[in-house]
């Protein structure tokens, strides 16, 4: 009996250490994930936003000096820093909308996932309970899945995510049929980053991938902790 018992608790804690081990990666793999996306900001602004910025700049200086010597070319000039004022506008907002969707917020969680469907070109269902409003982490953590299939579903593809709400818990699916996926393979690392958000938010995520017919992503997450 005492063999047993000492038996017993060997695995316990060989359970502990590995649950501790695993709960450790997790944590390093979110941290990884927050720099990588800071880095993936800061070359976006760089190749968008600030590229146009530098452009007006130029141009500014060029219209300052052409004003009375070449009016026609300053115009010109001036036309051109309009467009390039309007692109910079453009892609901040995109930027902003791909950081956090001001939709998100409150009620507007059916037409924040419509519109990353739209921006993606992906014909897609969104099925969602009428006035639903969830704590922002939630609602980003799914928004995010969502993204990811997107993002795996070529031309020709189409997309469906489902939330339903349970005993105090919030259920999803995301599916992308894999009708002309793109050919770029789906990481690994991405998809663990998924299931680290999840379970971070004590959920709990299913991936599952058949070749030919799409991947389906389905979890639940507590409305309240």
Avoid at 63 to 81: H, R, Y
Avoid at 122 to 144: F, H, K, N, R
Wanted: aromatic share 4%; net charge negative.
């Amino acid at each position: 009996m005492e063999a047993r018992h000492v038996e017993e608790l060997r695995d316990t804690l060989d359970r502990l250490r590995l649950e501790v081990t695993e709960l450790r990666a997790s944590r390093k793999r979110l941290v990884l994930a927050a720099d990588a996306d800071r880095r993936r900001i800061e070359r976006e602004l760089h190749a968008t936003v600030q590229q146009h910025l530098v452009a007006l700049a130029v141009n500014l200086q060029l219209a300052g000096g052409s004003v009375d010597a070449d009016p026609a070319a300053a115009k010109a000039l001036f036309e051109e820093m309009g467009r390039d004022v309007q692109q910079a506008l453009d892609e901040t907002a995109q930027l902003a909308q791909r950081i956090y969707p001001a939709l998100l917020e409150g009620r507007g969680f059916a037409a924040a996932l419509r519109s990353a469907a739209v921006g993606a070109g992906i014909p897609a269902s969104v099925e969602v309970p009428a006035g639903a409003s969830y704590p922002p982490e939630v609602a980003w953590t799914v928004y995010l899945c969502w993204v990811d299939a997107l993002e795996h579903a070529g031309a020709g593809a189409r997309a469906r995510v489902t939330v339903r709400d349970e005993e105090g818990a919030l259920a999803f699916e995301v599916d992308e049929d894999g009708v002309a996926r793109s050919t770029a393979p789906r990481s690994d690392a991405g998809l663990d980053r998924l299931r680290d958000r999840v379970e971070a938010l004590c959920g709990r995520l299913t991936i599952r991938s058949e070749p030919g017919r799409g991947t389906r992503v389905s979890g639940t997450l507590p409305l309240s902790r």
